[in-house]
């Protein structure tokens, strides 16, 4: 499991050009973990307990912003979108 630096990963986020092939595989074996946790039945983790993630899609009401929001409630923080109301 990988022991996050919140401050050094938002960084790696902002320009994917700093992912390393290492940083991908421990995402992945990171999901890979998820993925079993909610397979067992678990549906709130606390990982971002605290923060708030602003979600931008331009496209209103597509699968992929409703996903994106259901895996940051899920994760335990707070979303600011940009929906129309």
Same mark, same amino acid.
């Given at each position: 499991?990988?022991?996050?630096?919140? @401050?050094? =990963?938002?960084? /790696?986020? &902002?320009?994917?050009?700093?992912?390393?092939? #290492?940083?991908v595989? *421990?995402?992945?074996? @990171? +999901? @890979? #973990? %998820?993925?079993?946790?909610? /397979? +067992? $039945?678990? /549906?709130? %983790?606390?990982?971002?307990?605290?923060?708030?993630l602003? #979600?931008? %899609?331009? *496209? *209103? $009401?597509? /699968?992929?912003? %409703? #996903? =994106?929001e259901?895996?940051?409630?899920?994760s335990? +923080?707070?979303? &600011?979108?940009?929906?129309?109301?």
């Amino acid at each position: 499991m990988i022991n996050w630096d919140m @401050e050094k =990963f938002k960084l /790696r986020l &902002i320009k994917a050009e700093l992912l390393t092939p #290492s940083i991908v595989t *421990e995402l992945l074996k @990171e +999901a @890979e #973990s %998820f993925n079993q946790s909610l /397979r +067992a $039945g678990v /549906r709130h %983790f606390d990982n971002l307990k605290g923060m708030t993630l602003c #979600s931008l %899609f331009y *496209e *209103e $009401g597509t /699968r992929t912003c %409703f #996903s =994106f929001e259901r895996a940051v409630l899920l994760s335990g +923080a707070n979303i &600011i979108n940009n929906a129309n109301p």
